[in-house]
T-cell receptor, first 115, second 115 residues
Framework: AQTVTQSQPEMSVQEAETVTLSCTYDTSESDYYLFWYKQPPSRQMILVIRQEAYKQQNATENRFSVNFQKAAKSFSLKISDSQLGDAAMYFCAYRSWVYGNKLVFGAGTILRVKS | DTEVTQTPKHLVMGMTNKKSLKCEQHMGHRAMYWYKQKAKKPPELMFVYSYEKLSINESVPSRFSPECPNSSLLNLHLHALQPEDSALYLC??????????????FGPGTRLTVL
C-alpha cells in the first residue's frame, strides 16, 4: 500500500521569503500522480499544484513550484515570496494510476506566515 | 469553473435525528466523493460514486447512507449518529475515473456537530 509522509508538523516563514515543505512517499508503482492541496482556516481544500510521475519536468504554478525526485520518492513544495494568504494546512497527496479514485494523504504541515 | 458547493455549512443534530448533507457540482464531473475530516487531520475517504454508482465504500457504518440522484448531486443521509461522528464532511468531484488527469476538486465542507 502507498504511504505519504510529511515530516514537518509546522513551519514558519517570514512574509516575502521562501519556504519549502517536505513530502516523501512510498510506492511500487511507476506511474502515478502527486498533489499539493492547501486548506486555509476557512477550511476549503484547494489544489495548489499537480505532478505527473512520468514527467521529469517539475511543475510550477506562479509562486509555487515542486522539486520532484522520483528515485528518492520525494516531492517537496517551494513557496516563493510568501504572503499572509499562504498561511494554511498543506497536504501532500498521492494518486495511484491504477486505483485512481483514492487519494492517499500525508498528515499535513501547518504553515504560518509572519508579517 | 471548479466549484463544488455543499449545504448546509453547519449542522447540529442530536443522536436520534435524521439529517442530510448535500453536495452539488455543475462541471460535468462523473465521479463524486465523501470524506470525513477531523481537526488538524487529513481527510478520510468514505464513499466514491462513479457514473452515479457506488464504487467504493470504505467500511463506513450504516448510520451514514450515501445517495447519488444524478450526476450533479450527491447526498449523505445521517441517522442515529454518535458524538464521535462530529467532524468536517467534505465532498469532492473529479472528471471521471482512471483518467490520467483526474484531479479531485473539493467543496467547502459541512461542519457537523452531534450532541
Amino acid at each position: 500500500a502507498q504511504t505519504v509522509t510529511q515530516s514537518q508538523p509546522e513551519m514558519s516563514v517570514q512574509e516575502a521569503e521562501t519556504v519549502t515543505l517536505s513530502c516523501t512517499y512510498d510506492t511500487s508503482e511507476s506511474d502515478y500522480y502527486l498533489f499539493w492541496y492547501k486548506q486555509p482556516p476557512s477550511r476549503q481544500m484547494i489544489l495548489v499544484i499537480r505532478q505527473e510521475a512520468y514527467k521529469q519536468q517539475n511543475a510550477t504554478e506562479n509562486r509555487f513550484s515542486v522539486n520532484f525526485q522520483k528515485a528518492a520518492k520525494s516531492f517537496s513544495l517551494k513557496i516563493s515570496d510568501s504572503q499572509l494568504g499562504d498561511a494554511a494546512m498543506y497536504f501532500c497527496a498521492y494518486r495511484s494510476w491504477v486505483y485512481g479514485n483514492k487519494l492517499v494523504f500525508g498528515a499535513g504541515t501547518i504553515l504560518r506566515v509572519k508579517s | 469553473d471548479t466549484e463544488v458547493t455543499q449545504t448546509p455549512k453547519h449542522l447540529v443534530m442530536g443522536m436520534t435525528n435524521k439529517k442530510s448533507l448535500k453536495c452539488e457540482q455543475h462541471m460535468g464531473h462523473r465521479a463524486m466523493y465523501w470524506y470525513k475530516q477531523k481537526a488538524k487531520k487529513p481527510p478520510e475517504l468514505m464513499f466514491v460514486y462513479s457514473y452515479e454508482k457506488l464504487s467504493i465504500n470504505e467500511s463506513v457504518p450504516s448510520r451514514f447512507s450515501p445517495e447519488c440522484p444524478n450526476s450533479s448531486l450527491l447526498n449523505l443521509h445521517l441517522h442515529a449518529l454518535q458524538p464521535e461522528d462530529s467532524a468536517l464532511y467534505l465532498c469532492a468531484s473529479s472528471p471521471g475515473t482512471g483518467a490520467n488527469t483526474d484531479t479531485q476538486y473539493f467543496g467547502p465542507g459541512t461542519r457537523l456537530t452531534v450532541l
